[in-house]
C-alpha cells in the first residue's frame, strides 16, 4: 500500500515554503479518514504495470471535469431512489438476507486487515462507517414509514457521529430524541452488548506478495461493502423492518468493535482517528454514556491533527440560516481541497509521461492549477481558498448566487447586520465589504445581497479553518 499512497503524499509538498519541522507537522492536512478518490480512482482503473498514456490522458480528462462545485444538499432533503421489486416476499427476504450476508463477509475481512494495523484499511472502514451512519441520521428527517422510530424504541443505544464538542453533543442528543431511542437505558448494564460482543481478536488477515496487491484488496472489499450497504439502504428507506434491523446491527457491530479495538491499537486508530473531526460511536440517552464517549475520544485522540476548527464556535450562527452557510462553507472546502490534492499528486508524476497526458494536463481548468498552488488551510490562507471556491459558487448559479432561495436567506437586514458586526473585525476579501456603488439601483440591490452572501459563507468559512 506504502507504493500507492505515494501518489496521495505528494500532496503534502506545499508551495508556500514553510519550515522543514512544520511541513513536518502538517501530516497531510486533509486526509482526515479516507485514501482520497484520486488513489481510489486510480487504483481501480488501471492494471498493475505500465498504463499506456492514452489512457492516462483520459483519466485526466475525466477527473478534472468532475472537480466542480459539489452538490451541497442538506441531508434531510435527498430524495431516496425506489427499491428494486420483487416476484414475492419471499424472494426479497431472500436478497436482503444476501445482501446482509455478503456486506458482513466484506467488513469482517477489512476489520482483519484493521487489526493487523494497517491505517488504509482502518481509513476505509471509518469511512463506510461514516457513510452509512450519517445516511441513517439524515433517512431520520424524511422517515414516513415509522421503520425507524419503531426500531429505536426498543434499543438502548444507536450508531451516530460524535465529536467532544457542546454543540455536537446537543445536535445527537435532539437526533436521538428525535428516533424516540429509550431514554432509560444505563450503559453500566452493558450498553454494547445490544446484538452480541464484538470480538477483538480477529482471524489472521490474508498475506500479499507485494503493496498493490493489498492496497487492491482493500480497496476491492471496501467497495464491495460499500455496494451492500447501499442495497440495504434502499430497503431501509422502502420501510422494510427486515432490512433496518440488519443495517442497523451491522453498523452497531463494527462501531462496537471500532471502540473495543482501541483496547489493543496498533497505532493505526489513533493515528487515523486524530485527523478525523467526527467519529462513529454508540450512544445511549444517559449522561455516562456521553462522558464515556468523551473520555474515548480522547483515548483514541480524536480530531487532535483534523485541520479543521474544533472549536465551540465552529458553524454557530443564528437560526438555520447558519447551517445553511456552514454547508455551502463545507463545500467550497471539499471543492479546492480536492482540485488541490489532483493537481499536487500528478503536477510531478507527469514530467516523463508521454505526450498525450501532458497535453491533457496542460488543458484542465486555470481554477485547478491555483488551487494546486494555495498553501494548507489555516485562518490566514482561508481568503485565497475562499475566493477559488466562491468563483464556482458563482459560475453553479450562473453568475447570480443572489437567484437562489437558500441563499438569500442570509439577506434579512437584522441578521446581515448582525453578521457584518460579529464579523467586523475579520480579514474579508477586499471586494466583498459593502459599499456605495454607482450603479442603477436595481444592479445595486442584486450586487449588494450578492455581497451579504458572500459574507456570510466567508464567515462560516472562517470558522471551519483551523488556526495553524
Not at 11 to 17: D, F, H, I, K, M
Not at 27 to 51: A, C, H, K
Not at 394 to 413: A, I, M, S
Not at 423 to 446: D, F, M, V
Request: hydrophobic letters at 40%; one cysteine or more; a positive charge.
Amino acid at each position: 500500500m506504502e507504493a500507492k499512497a505515494k501518489t496521495k503524499g505528494q500532496a503534502r509538498q506545499v508551495t508556500g515554503e514553510k519550515p522543514a519541522a512544520e511541513a513536518t507537522a502538517i501530516v497531510d492536512e486533509f486526509r482526515m479518514v479516507e485514501l482520497g478518490d484520486l488513489v481510489r480512482e486510480s487504483s481501480l482503473r488501471f492494471p498493475v504495470g505500465i498504463v499506456p498514456d492514452a489512457d492516462i490522458a483520459q483519466f485526466i480528462e475525466e477527473y478534472s471535469a468532475g472537480l466542480s462545485w459539489p452538490e451541497a444538499t442538506d441531508c434531510r432533503n435527498i430524495k431516496d431512489p425506489e427499491p428494486p421489486r420483487y416476484a414475492s416476499p419471499e424472494a426479497e427476504e431472500q436478497a436482503i438476507r444476501q445482501t446482509t450476508a455478503e456486506a458482513r463477509i466484506c467488513l469482517n475481512n477489512l476489520r482483519a486487515l484493521v487489526a493487523d494495523g494497517d491505517r488504509n484499511a482502518l481509513s476505509e472502514f471509518v469511512q463506510l462507517l461514516a457513510k452509512n451512519v450519517a445516511w441513517l441520521e439524515g433517512y431520520s428527517w424524511r422517515e414516513k414509514k415509522g421503520n425507524l422510530t419503531k426500531l429505536a424504541g426498543l434499543l438502548g443505544a444507536w450508531p451516530v457521529m460524535f465529536n467532544s464538542r457542546p454543540r455536537k453533543q446537543r445536535q445527537v442528543a435532539e437526533y436521538l430524541a428525535r428516533i424516540e431511542l429509550a431514554p432509560e437505558f444505563d450503559p453500566a448494564l452493558g450498553w454494547h452488548q445490544l446484538w452480541d460482543m464484538a470480538e477483538a481478536n480477529e482471524a489472521a488477515p490474508p498475506r500479499f506478495d507485494n503493496p498493490e496487491d493489498k492496497c487492491r484488496e482493500i480497496l476491492d472489499l471496501s467497495f464491495s461493502a460499500g455496494r451492500r450497504l447501499d442495497e440495504l439502504q434502499l430497503h431501509v428507506a422502502d420501510g422494510d423492518m427486515r432490512a433496518t434491523v440488519n443495517f442497523v446491527k451491522l453498523l452497531e457491530t463494527n462501531v462496537t468493535w471500532l471502540e473495543s479495538y482501541s483496547d489493543s491499537d496498533k497505532g493505526n486508530l489513533k493515528a487515523i482517528a486524530s485527523l478525523a473531526p467526527v467519529w462513529p460511536m454508540m450512544i445511549a440517552r444517559c449522561s455516562r454514556r456521553t462522558k464515556a464517549a468523551v473520555e474515548y475520544l480522547k483515548k483514541i485522540e480524536q480530531g487532535t491533527k483534523a485541520q479543521i476548527s474544533l472549536s465551540p464556535k465552529w458553524g454557530t450562527s443564528w437560526a438555520n440560516e447558519g447551517a445553511v452557510a456552514t454547508l455551502y462553507a463545507r463545500g467550497i472546502r471539499i471543492a479546492v481541497h480536492g482540485a488541490r490534492n489532483f493537481f499536487q499528486s500528478y503536477d510531478k508524476k507527469l514530467e516523463t509521461n508521454g505526450p498525450l497526458s501532458r497535453a491533457a494536463w496542460g488543458k484542465i481548468p486555470q481554477w485547478i492549477k491555483d488551487a494546486g498552488k494555495l498553501a494548507p488551510l489555516t485562518k490566514e490562507s482561508a481568503p485565497q481558498w475562499f475566493e477559488i471556491g466562491w468563483q464556482r459558487l458563482v459560475e453553479k448559479h450562473n453568475g447570480h448566487p443572489e437567484n437562489d432561495k437558500q441563499l438569500c436567506k442570509f439577506c434579512d437586514d437584522n441578521r446581515a447586520n448582525k453578521f457584518a458586526r460579529a464579523y467586523s473585525k475579520k480579514a474579508l476579501p477586499s471586494n466583498t465589504a459593502l459599499r456605495k456603488r454607482t450603479i442603477s439601483p436595481a444592479n445595486s440591490q442584486k450586487a449588494d445581497i450578492r455581497d451579504r452572501i458572500k459574507q456570510r459563507i466567508f464567515g462560516a468559512f472562517i470558522s471551519l479553518a483551523p488556526p495553524l
